[in-house]
């Protein structure tokens, strides 16, 4: 059974740094694209970073680009999302989710590209 598991949300003050896990079963990220997105209640998922695990090529969202960094453990089959000066504005609920690879560079943020999605984890960061 293919399934995602999220993990390392909490409550950070802003400045700090958190790190998620994601961790499949059932099939390796090694053979997928894999993305991390996030959603605030009354909004669109929207997506954060993606990893081809296959080349390892990363792409971020403007808004967390030169603070988030996504990677991936093919020893443990989990995708990272460490998250340093985190600000207010970057609370949300945070899913990773797997794509039958290939993902165009088009579509790698968007959230109708992915097929398999985590339960999510809260990330609230406090001002």
């Known amino acids: 059974q293919v399934r995602l598991v999220e993990s390392g949300g909490g409550s950070v003050q802003a400045g700090g740094s958190r790190r998620l896990s994601c961790t499949a079963s059932?099939?390796?990220?090694?053979?997928?694209?894999v993305g991390w997105f996030r959603q605030i209640p009354g909004q669109e998922r929207e997506g954060v970073a993606a990893?081809?695990?296959?080349?390892?090529?990363?792409v971020y969202a403007d808004s967390v680009k030169g603070r988030f960094t996504i990677a991936l453990d093919n020893s443990k089959n989990t995708v990272y999302l460490q998250m340093n000066s985190l600000k207010p504005e970057d609370t949300a609920m945070y899913y990773c989710a797997a794509a039958p690879y290939y993902v165009s560079a088009v579509g790698i943020l968007r959230a109708s590209t992915y097929y398999d999605w985590g339960q999510g984890t809260q990330v609230t960061v406090s001002s």
């Open positions: 990893i081809y695990g296959g080349s390892l090529r990363t």
């Open positions: 059932g099939y390796t990220f090694s053979s997928f694209t």
